[in-house]
């Protein structure tokens, strides 16, 4: 591959999606900024990101870390917990970001509507990220898996930018296409996710157990999802997502599960509290998935 144009790129969060991603691009050579807290931004500064990876082995970055966007970015990439995305968003001023290229890697599909509200005169392209990444501590990452993925949706036609946001990536180690169907790019993840995030919360299993103990409650809620994803113009192959559950490590889990165990802020109302709003939109019927995220809501008192 030809050497990739050096962008400014602004990444919105340090934790494990945009501690590792930002660290293998800060590795590749482009010039990056987290904006963080105070408190993350100065470690940062002063130690770097450790990254412990399956995939890219263990390395260390030296890294730019502000508690808010002094320069003009090329490129913003969003990668806190939707349960913060409304606070972090006010680290970053919009005309510095005038003209540039936002995107959000998050769980749910809503924030891409509320990021072109707050950022107008941005090109805010909805994106996917599948990779399973952990902060264990401000500043040093953990990825599990074997693969990080991105999808971006681009439906303006196309240009020479969407050439160079997937070099960007590759140049970094991560796979990386875009497609024409925003849709279809944001169902894909949210039709799978909610199932996967709301069974192993409700139950305090991983997939293993959910697979085999559970298996006709993932179903259940699997088919409610694509119906509603359908209603949205959106194909899903069941039998290729149940085969993705039954290929995860039988201790897998979610980051929904992982912070109930924490107890921290759950995500419940980006991931199953979307699907049931489009449900509800499209008068499709999903009492499974709202039966689920009622009980986790009673759970979390």
Known sequence: MESVEKKTIAILGAGGIGGLV???????????VFIAKPDTAEILR?????????????????????????????IVLVTVKATQLEKAVERIDPELVEGATLIPFLNGIEHVSDLRRVFPSSRVLAGVIRVESTRVAPGEIEQKSSFVRVDLADESGGDSRRVELVELLQSAGIAATVHDNEAQVMWSKLSFLAPFALLTTRFDKPIGQIRTDHRSELLGVLEEANT???????????????????????????????????????????????????????????PLTRSLVEEITRQQG
């Open 22 to 32: 930002g660290a293998l691009l800060v590795r590749a050579g482009h010039e990056v």
């Open 228 to 286: 509603v994803a359908a209603a949205y113009g959106v194909d899903s192959d069941e039998d290729e997502q149940m085969s993705l559950y039954d290929a995860f490590p039988e201790n897998g889990t979610s980051s929904m599960h992982k912070d109930a165990g924490a107890g921290l802020p759950l995500e419940l109302e980006a991931i199953g509290g979307a699907v049931l709003r489009a449900a509800d939109s499209a008068s499709v019927p999903a």
């Open 46 to 74: 002063r130690d770097g990101i450790r990254v412990a990876s399956e995939q890219f082995g263990d390395f260390e970055v030296s890294v730019d870390a502000q508690d808010s966007l002094t320069v003009k970015a090329d």
